[in-house]
């Protein structure tokens, strides 16, 4: 057997199958982090969870974080080259290629929940709260202009508010779309009787302008900033936008980007036990538009028609879709007029 080590190169996971030209391939099984993508071993023989986990010092050596939480075991096959492969961080795992070990205890499953008690966001909407639950450890996405925008902005005051019907939290906010309103934010703190200058403070908000800027915010700072700020929430606003932009050369590799940022946004929605909304205003920008509504815990499609928005529940992993409408009230009525005007 021969083992895979170089003392500089790493793999993410994509990289680890990818080969010019087919040819005989392997059983193989691949641990990696989800966060990050960052491939700590691949065997030919199955390897007990634990003791990957202990061969690390049980951290991810690409994002820091427990492997207990974020460390994944996939089979597949591979080219003969790569089926026996260790993370040249960790050069000691090379002692699990020893074969064979029993398997006593695998990975956590890919979509497993982590143990923690859910806490609900409202948004003030009654048809679109008993539409959806908004609740923690989900990665929720809100198609539609321009009740999208508004609605990233009336989160961050609500997430501020107490149980039950908040998260009492501040909120990190990824503006993608250079859209973020801090008019919106102080006008929504006054009428949940919020000190507008308090409910802003709370508000934590860094800017994108390539999509590469975008990407890395997403895939190396949210997660540490969801825990420097004990925020409960994260909000990506306008999340295609940069990635449509049409001075992109390469629009494959903007796309499998994206895909990237999708997963991880999954993944910090239940690693962190946060919830992350993104927001989208364009509609009908496939294959983006699909990606979204396929890696996103739930899709919520708004649609308006002069007062009336009409809310579809276009995704979710338990509940059929469905539809329900809302006219303006008071909780955005104010917002929507100036957005108008």
């Known amino acids: 057997m021969t083992l895979q080590i170089n003392a500089t190169k790493t793999w993410k996971l994509e990289e680890l199958a990818q080969q010019s030209r087919p040819a005989r391939k392997f059983d193989a099984w691949v641990y990696y982090c989800r966060l990050c993508d960052e491939v700590l071993m691949a ?33 597949t096959q591979l080219p003969r080259a790569r089926a026996n492969y260790v993370n040249p961080k960790y050069l000691k795992a090379a002692l699990l290629a020893e074969p064979p070990i029993q398997i006593f205890e695998t990975t956590r499953p890919r979509n497993a929940r982590l143990s923690a008690e859910e806490q609900i966001l409202t948004t003030g909407i009654e048809k679109l709260d008993k539409l959806i639950r908004l609740t923690t450890g989900q990665f929720v996405v809100f198609h539609g202009y321009p009740f999208s925008r508004s609605l990233a902005e009336l989160l961050c005051v609500r997430a501020q508010l107490d149980h039950p019907i908040g998260l009492n939290s501040g909120a990190v906010f990824i503006d993608g779309g250079n859209s973020f309103d801090a008019y919106a934010v102080s006008n929504y703190a006054i009428e949940h009787k919020i000190e507008p200058r308090t409910a802003l403070s709370r508000v934590h908000i860094s800017r994108a302008f390539t999509y590469f800027q975008l990407a890395a915010l997403l895939t190396e700072k949210l997660h540490s900033a969801i825990a420097r700020y004990h925020s409960r929430l994260a909000v990506v606003s306008d999340i295609t936008e940069l990635f449509q932009d049409p001075e992109i050369r390469d629009e494959q590799e903007a796309y499998r980007v ?9 993944a910090v929605a239940e690693i962190t036990h946060s919830l992350v909304i993104a927001t989208s205003f364009r509609q009908n920008i496939k294959p983006f538009e699909t990606a979204l509504v396929q890696t996103a815990h739930t899709a919520i499609l708004a649609e308006g028609y002069g007062t009336l928005t009409q809310f579809t529940l276009a995704h979710h992993k338990s509940l059929p879709p469905r539809k329900t409408s809302h006219r303006e009230d008071r909780t955005d009525q104010f917002l929507e007029d100036y957005l108008g005007g």
């Open 43 to 75: 065997s030919r023989h199955p390897v007990e969870g634990k003791g990957v986990q202990a061969a690390f010092d049980g951290v991810c050596p690409g994002c820091g974080f427990g492997l207990g939480d974020v460390m994944r075991c996939e089979y």
């Open 258 to 266: 994206f895909q990237r940022v999708l997963r991880v946004l999954s």
